[in-house]
């Protein structure tokens, strides 16, 4: 017992940014705790931090990179020869076809990757083409393209003062498995208990009684993707009740009367009956907000991953302002984190790359410097000038992640050469011609760049490498930097993150405190910055220095809302439910399932059905059944329950794990079933461009 020792880092699994605290002899790993001395989560721990000592001994981790042979066999390949093929491949199809010939692909792990955070820009501009994807239009696109319309930048994110507020309405949201995506906050449950031991309440609205509904004062069902409907109709009642509050920002904004001429075409007696919600519920829920202390309205993944999901983070915002809770303890607050990305991606007088291109195929626009990962295959199979021959795809699954990814996966197939950089031989990575292994997870150091720009505190932290990696392994952005070398041709650089990181903090807006990566090395626990201040003034970067109320771009969107709701047409009855998606606690997105700790037990891969309908269709609870939509169809079990509304289905998403070419034992035995084999690729928030998982018209059948 002597020899036992403690390493304190964060989990970066997750945005929760959790404390941990590692008990461990040698490489033997005893225990994975909260570290209760972080001061943003507290000591609190969620059960995926365990499968970090899982993922750094699973036997199916690739260590060394491996190429595929002619004969389809994968066979060891040394870094040297590797990067050599790598950047002959990728120059030969640039020069015969074309910069933008070859697409890169960044999958979600790269934001919890302190590395890759650094380089990936470098990499991006290094491989010259305008091709680039990622999970972000799986996920989050809508938040940023509403805050660059309306603050002037993609990452000036407003965050709920959670630990504030004293009422939350929660839209599409589940942070109690979540721990608050797109609002890093560990232990939420303990945080949403607080609020309502001092008072506060908690409404949730969302089409499934969620974990977090459980634990609220109020849930109310609402019909997939009318989301922006019920904003509208909470606006619309503020305005028509005097209830109207613009505090300190009234001066700061523009387009207020734009607001109140665009809402007359909205009336909340006609938008009832088409969210399911009643007239006097709408109008006491918008009233018991204006008139709290504080309040913040948090719309997620059900409200961005749908066909107005920048509607929706639009009029979310809009509700926080009129209300008097934006920018003010307890509403919508914006944090000053310590390696502030503002200041190294400033955009105040620059052009906006909001539609600087449309994509080839489906004319979608261009934002971030990247296309809608749902027209990536179209990009691949169809062919003409500009059409991608080759890929980099770096520590992303899409084919299990992307909407309708059997076709994707078939579009990997009919590329000239792909790479991967994964720790796995996945559904993904199978279709490369070369797969470049990282070290991960306990071998790295860690400091978030991106989820602290998302955190209800403002905390700072980095964490050493636990143990080190092994002599012929490599760190994501060791790997990163030499492709950027090989792409280019030119000399490898010899930067660090940490050089970066060191840089950023010791020059930033926390200078005056000594901040230093020594300063934070020598406090492993974290470091507390305090709670969010008011400081979106100081922060806009738009070009009048003002707050853009009602930007065009989402006025002019709510036409299509309109003619989607409004227009008396009926809905076909080939598919006559909606499908929504779930978040499980022990699962991140594809991440988790070689943990065995973390897919053991109860079969959680299910469609929920309710039971009225079960009934009608005549299905029993446990019974496999069949859900066909236009792209797909699956076969999964069923789970009756009244948790979800009536014509309402539900599938997590994140599995389907096992296919052909895939060799990890544990994610075979326990596979799931993909929802994204339902999911169809032309389904688009066509203002974001972001895919609309939520709302699919699925069709469910026994097949006794």
């Not at 990814?405 to 009919?414: K, S, V, W, Y």
Request: hydrophobic content about 35%; proline content about 5%.
């Amino acid at each position: 017992m002597a020899d036992l020792k403690k390493h304190y880092r964060t989990c970066n699994l997750c945005e929760a940014m959790c404390g941990i605290e590692i008990t461990y002899e040698g490489t033997e790993i005893k225990s994975i705790k909260g570290d209760p001395k972080d001061p943003l989560s507290e000591g609190h721990i969620c059960p995926k931090a365990v499968a970090l000592q899982d993922i750094y001994h699973d036997p199916d981790r690739l260590k060394t990179p491996i190429k595929k042979s002619e004969n389809g066999k994968w066979e060891p390949i040394s870094w040297e020869a590797a990067f050599q093929e790598i950047g002959t491949k990728i120059r030969s199809i640039q020069q015969e076809f074309g910069k933008n010939a070859v697409g890169s692909y960044l999958g979600n792990p790269n934001a919890h990757n302190f590395g890759n955070g650094v380089f990936l820009p470098l990499y991006l501009r290094a491989l010259g083409t305008y091709n680039r994807y990622s999970s972000a239009s799986a996920d989050q696109l809508p938040h940023h393209v509403a805050s660059n319309f309306m603050f002037g930048h993609g990452m000036i994110v407003p965050i709920p003062d959670i630990d504030r507020t004293d009422f939350m309405i929660i839209i599409g949201g589940n942070p109690m498995v979540s721990n608050g995506s797109m609002m890093t906050a560990p232990n939420v449950s303990k945080r949403l208990k607080r609020i309502q031991q001092r008072g506060g309440k908690i409404v949730v609205v969302d089409p499934r009684r969620t974990e977090t509904a459980r634990k609220a004062d109020e849930h109310i069902f609402i019909r997939p993707e009318r989301d922006a409907l019920l904003l509208l109709g909470l606006i619309k009642t503020i305005q028509s009740k005097g209830l109207v509050n613009l505090r300190h920002l009234e001066s700061d904004l523009i387009g207020f009367e734009k607001l109140e001429e665009i809402t007359k075409d909205f009336s909340v007696k006609e938008i009832a009956p088409i969210v399911g919600i009643s007239v006097g519920k709408i109008e006491d829920l918008a009233i018991r907000f204006a008139n709290a202390p504080s309040a913040v309205c948090y719309s997620r993944m059900g409200a961005s991953t749908q066909t107005f999901g920048g509607l929706c983070q639009w009029l979310t915002n809009v509700l926080n302002i009129i209300t008097g809770n934006f920018d003010r303890a307890g509403g919508a607050m914006f944090t000053q984190p310590a390696f502030d990305l503002l200041k190294i991606t400033n955009k105040k007088g620059k052009k906006d790359s909001y539609g600087r291109f449309r994509s080839r195929v489906r004319n979608l626009p261009y934002y971030n410097s990247e296309f809608p990962v749902a027209t990536l295959a179209d990009e691949i199979l169809t062919e003409g000038e500009g059409q991608i021959k080759a890929m980099i795809c770096i520590a992303g699954n899409p084919v299990l992640s992307s909407p309708n990814g059997e076709r994707l996966a078939e579009a990997f197939d009919e590329l000239d050469f792909m790479v991967s950089v994964d720790i796995y031989l996945n559904e993904t990575s199978r279709h490369a011609d070369i797969i470049l292994p990282a070290a991960t997870g306990l071998e790295i150091p860690h400091y978030d760049i991106f989820f602290n720009a998302l955190s209800v505190k403002n905390t700072v932290k980095y964490s050493t490498p636990l143990f080190g990696k092994k002599e012929n392994q490599k760190y994501d952005w060791e790997i990163v930097r030499k492709l950027i070398s090989v792409i280019t041709d030119q000399p490898e650089s010899e930067m660090t993150p940490e050089q970066f990181l060191d840089s950023m903090l010791q020059t930033g807006i926390y200078a005056d405190k000594g901040l230093s990566l020594k300063m934070l090395k020598e406090n492993p626990h974290g470091i507390d910055l305090g709670a969010l201040q008011p400081c979106l003034i100081s922060r806009l970067q738009t070009n009048d220095d003002k707050i853009q109320l009602a930007p065009q771009l989402f006025v002019d969107d709510l036409e299509r809302l309109k003619s989607t709701f409004f227009s008396g047409k009926k809905s076909e009855n080939e598919f006559p439910f909606q499908m929504i998606g779930r978040r499980l606690l022990r699962s991140h997105n594809t991440w988790m399932h070689n943990a065995y700790r973390l897919v053991k037990g109860r079969n959680e891969c299910t469609l929920i059905l309710n039971p009225k309908d079960a009934e009608a269709l005549q299905i029993q609870n446990g019974e496999t059944v069949k859900v066909t939509s236009k792209v797909g169809s699956i076969e999964i079990e069923t789970q009756v329950s009244d948790e979800i509304m009536e014509g309402v289905v539900s599938i997590p998403q994140g599995w389907g794990h096992g296919r052909k070419g895939v060799k990890m034992k544990i994610a075979q035995e326990h596979a799931g079933i993909s929802i994204n084999d339902l999911t169809d690729h032309e389904r688009i928030d066509e203002l974001t461009g972001n895919a609309a998982f939520n709302g699919v018209g699925v069709r469910v059948e026994s097949i006794i």
